[in-house]
């Protein structure tokens, strides 16, 4: 069975850019938080989300983000 692609929205796609950029940082949590460029994300659930589908390393401390190898394998599929 052929898997089905990931869908990614717009949003999405901004934040993994700007992960892959280096310009977010994620805090540690149930809830983890997503700061880009030194101000908290508005979509709360952004960062939660995009560690779900694989797509960004689960934070263990307050640490830059950082995307997976499926992350970085969707981005390169994300015109800039």
Known sequence: ???EPLQICGRD???LRAVAAGRC?????CEPVLIVDGVRCAD???????IAAGLVVKPVNSAVA???P???AA??????
């Open 1 to 3: 069975s052929e898997e």
């Open 66 to 68: 950082q995307l997976t």
């Open 25 to 29: 940082e994620l805090s540690p949590g």
């Open 13 to 15: 796609r901004a934040v």
């Open 70 to 72: 499926a992350g970085r």
């Open 44 to 50: 709360s659930g952004v960062a939660k989300r995009l």
């Open 75 to 80: 981005t390169g599929f994300i015109p800039a």
